[in-house]
């Protein structure tokens, strides 16, 4: 059975620190990491787009941009780091960095653009709760497989689960029998991802916990909103994405 590690300096999820010269607290890094989600960044460009589009996506663009390097350069502190510290800073550099390109790529796409506006195309966003439908459920199956006993302290189905929500969504947009029409069938990247989940299942099931994360995550962090946007713009009273309602959490 698995028996865990040790980090040193201590579990880098319980304390965050921000760049050097930030004169900001100490946040968890549990909460950074949501705060870089990209569901969280689109549900707070959605949130935003109600006062004003401009706004929401200049935000976010000057708020995930990479530090340049004279920025990085300049600090008021200049007490050297311990090693721990040192860590620590290494790895908020590395997430906001190492996530930027990727967030700045995910708001220039043209649906997330539309979407935060309140503009979205019925069957696109049908494909979508398809594509998500197929990605959780076998996320879900490798996740009830190997957390058992790898990781039995992280395993929540009962709280996290999202396939039957997604399921009925589909039968929302698709009708019942969505699954034995070509609608049902998995797209390119679709299939890509889902082969990725069965290696690392195969291979490292420990990597399941950090496509779980950051599914979750963003579904809890920004979920709301999002379903809200995708409500008012289908003009329909039914939640367009019920997966996004954790009741078992409330």
């Known amino acids: 059975p698995f028996g865990g590690f040790m980090l040193e300096g201590g579990c880098p999820f319980k304390t965050f620190y921000k760049g050097r010269g930030d004169n900001s607290s100490p ?3 549990v909460s950074a990491l949501e ?9 707070k460009m959605a949130d935003e787009e109600e006062a004003s589009v401009d706004a929401a996506v200049a935000a976010a663009a000057e708020k995930f941009a990479p530090p340049t390097s004279a920025a990085a350069a300049s600090t008021s502190d200049t ?7 040192a860590e620590r800073l290494s790895i908020s550099a590395a ?3 190492g996530t930027a390109e990727s967030h700045e790529a995910a708001e220039s796409v043209h649906f997330v653009k539309n979407f935060v506006k309140g503009i979205i195309d019925r069957d696109l966003y049908g494909k979508l709760v398809v594509s998500l ?5 076998i996320l879900e199956q490798e996740l009830d497989k190997h957390g058992p006993t790898h990781f039995p302290a992280l395993h ?14 589909a039968e929302f947009f698709h009708g019942m029998d969505w699954q034995d029409t070509a609608i049902g069938a998995q797209s390119a990247a ?4 889902v082969e990725r989940l069965r290696f690392i299942s195969e291979t490292e099931p420990l990597l399941l916990l950090s496509h779980a994360y950051t599914r979750y995550l963003g579904d809890l962090s920004g979920g709301r909103i999002l379903a ?3 409500r008012r713009a289908l003009n329909t009273s039914r939640a367009a994405r019920t997966d996004f309602d954790f009741t078992s959490l409330n």
């Open 35 to 43: 705060e870089f989600s990209l569901s969280a960044i689109i549900a």
């Open 228 to 230: 809200r946007v995708a």
């Open 79 to 85: 007490t050297p780091a311990s090693s721990t510290e």
């Open 190 to 193: 679709t299939k890509d991802y």
């Open 156 to 169: 929540h189905p009962t709280e996290l689960n999202r396939t039957e929500s997604l399921d009925d969504d």
């Open 95 to 97: 997430l906001q960095t």
């Open 133 to 137: 439908y197929h990605v959780y459920n």
């Open 27 to 29: 946040v968890p890094f």
